[in-house]
């Protein structure tokens, strides 16, 4: 679902079978571009990413060596980073239903993955990938500009982070990768969403319900771009 009807999502999803017989499934969500990102191949730097991203991780078997060779491609080494074209992503390599290892998950940036173990949710890999200092600077600067366009929010918050502000950083936004892994427990249920959808353990009861009236939800507060773009991927009877 794109974040406006008559626009592009940057947002993107794999689902592809790997060397001996496991199953990769993954969110990815083109950031958007400063005001300074620079194009690639005619489109914006963020869907860009997301499907320069898309594409190594259907060909290559290691999510970190895809990572890197895809950072290596998106970076400009006279932007900061949050002019860099990049993508946040979320991975999860789901072994044979008959192995008894454990699924790999990853993120790079903040898509989410959440689990269903019987009736319960619970985050998996969830929530901002700044620090909470740098999410503190930015939500004081969103309420001191309710009026602000979003290009004035993108040029902010590139003043307002650093390489030091991220927990987990966006594929290409960083000289290097910066992952964060998540432990995945045996689950009924596995949903892997771009940060567009917003969800709770709530939401998630009734996720068709809620994707479909995202829309008429009331914007966060003080948010300069109402509405993001929304994946949504879920695996079930693992």
């Keep these: 679902m794109p974040g406006a009807p008559d626009s592009a999502s940057a947002d993107d999803h794999l689902v592809t079978r790997l060397p001996g017989g496991r199953v990769r499934v993954a969110v990815l969500d083109g950031v958007t571009p400063a005001p300074d990102t620079p194009e690639i191949a005619g489109i914006d730097g963020g869907a860009a990413a997301a499907a320069c991203f898309r594409a190594v991780l259907r060909a290559e078997d290691d999510v970190l060596r895809a990572a890197k060779s895809v950072g290596r491609f998106l970076r400009r080494p006279t932007l900061s980073p949050r002019s860099q074209p990049q993508t946040c992503a979320v991975i999860c390599d789901l072994p044979p239903r008959a192995d008894s290892r454990r699924a790999s998950i990853v993120r790079f940036g903040d898509c989410e993955a959440w689990v269903r173990v019987l009736d319960r949710w619970r985050p998996v890999l969830a929530g901002s990938c700044l620090t909470p200092d740098a999410t503190g600077r930015l939500v004081h600067w969103q309420r001191e500009h309710p009026s602000a366009t979003l290009d004035e929010a993108v040029v902010a918050e590139s003043l307002l982070t650093g ?48 994707v479909t009236a995202l829309r008429g939800e009331a914007p966060p507060a003080a948010e300069p771009k109402p509405f993001d773009d929304v994946t949504v991927l879920r695996v079930r009877g693992v």
């Design 163 to 210: 390489e030091a502000a991220y927990v987990t950083a966006p594929v290409g936004c960083l000289p290097e990768v910066r992952p964060e892994w998540g432990a995945l427990p045996a689950f009924d249920e596995l949903v892997l969403a771009s940060d567009g959808a917003r969800l709770t353990p709530e939401r998630l009861d009734d996720i068709e319900a809620w």
